[in-house]
């Protein structure tokens, strides 16, 4: 997708120096073809994969830990009114860029607009154009692709990329209304402490043909306990952390499947619990988030889709244990 609309559009451009401070709208600029003019990134933004070589502009103020180790030191440094991530201003002066894309959506899975506009006025002896994305459900996804080309200056481009994402959905959509079953989902975005997935996340459930019971469109994820769980007792849990792959996802679910209350629940006798690439493709809205949809589709209904995306973006839990 991002090479054939490279290759389509890259000469028409006029260029313009942006940098891309979160991984989703990184790969907005690239799918619009124009990321021969992107000059900078931020730590997280790794797709496609030729963006690595562009310099890092941010960093996260602590390293990695298990899943209870981040909350606890996420949750600190938040109630000392400070910022999870550094913006490297030097840098961005360095780099002077014309327009910079970040996001007011939440201020822990990436850098804010505070930490941007603060950075700005510290060293930027210009003043760039700052575009701030906001995604809660899925129609702002759409709606951020098209900002983006608009302020690159390549509207029309994004109206037809959004209108060709929207159609892949439809179709998917169609597909699945002729299922048999709409299953219970519960989309697991954090293990310890446990959280249900919100924004955007219950709405992939439904239009892949399942029944979200936890979480709200356009709400932030909420937090669960493990009687909230046992109540629900939905019949397929998608456990999909946020910035976590599955193999990090596996390793860390162990807080969860050691658990008395664990193998009780329906989705786990029934063998309905599925690890799904949260950090590439569910916790990221871009352009990608049709793949999700793809992907959620294969795990609630895989007689009604040909299975493309097993192995990398979803696994079964019991695997290997068969």
Not at 7 to 18: G, K
Not at 48 to 72: A, H, M, N, R, W
Not at 240 to 267: H, M, N, Q, V, Y
Request: charged share 25%; proline share 5%; net charge negative.
């Amino acid at each position: 997708m991002f090479d054939q609309t490279r290759r389509s559009w890259c000469s028409m451009d006029v260029e313009t120096r942006i940098v891309s401070l979160i991984a989703s709208s990184t790969e907005m600029v690239c799918v619009l073809g124009l990321e021969n003019q992107l000059v900078g990134r931020s730590h997280e933004c790794d797709y496609p994969t030729t963006v690595s070589s562009l310099p890092v502009c941010t960093e996260p103020k602590f390293l990695d830990g298990t899943s209870y180790q981040i909350d606890e030191r996420i949750k600190a440094i938040l109630q000392e009114g400070l910022s999870v991530y550094r913006v490297d201003a030097a840098l961005l002066k360095q780099l002077a860029p014309d327009v910079i894309i970040t996001q007011t959506q939440c201020d822990v899975c990436a850098v804010s607009l505070v930490d941007v506009e603060g950075a700005v006025c510290a060293t930027l002896g210009s003043q760039p154009r700052i575009v701030a994305l906001k995604p809660n459900v899925l129609d702002d996804i759409f709606a951020d692709i098209e900002r983006v080309a608009d302020a690159l200056g390549v509207r029309e481009r994004g109206v037809d990329i959004t209108t060709a994402l929207r159609r892949r959905m439809a179709d998917i959509e169609r597909r699945v209304a002729t299922a048999g079953e709409r299953p219970t989902v519960a989309c697991i975005e954090w293990i310890e402490p446990l959280m249900a997935a919100g924004n955007w996340m219950p709405e992939l459930v439904d239009k892949a043909g399942g029944i979200s019971v936890v979480g709200s469109a356009g709400e932030h994820a909420p937090w669960l306990d493990w009687g909230d769980l046992a109540t629900l007792d939905p019949d397929v849990i998608i456990v999909l952390p946020c910035g976590f792959d599955i193999e990090r996802t596996r390793r860390e679910i162990k807080s969860l499947t050691t658990k008395l209350e664990w193998l009780k629940l329906r989705a786990v006798r029934g063998r309905r619990v599925y690890l799904a690439d949260g950090n590439q493709f569910f916790n990221r809205p871009g352009p990608r988030v049709v793949e999700a949809l793809e992907i959620m589709a294969e795990m609630l209904h895989p007689g009604l889709f040909k299975v493309v995306h097993e192995g990398i973006g979803w696994q079964l839990l019991f695997e290997e244990e068969e």
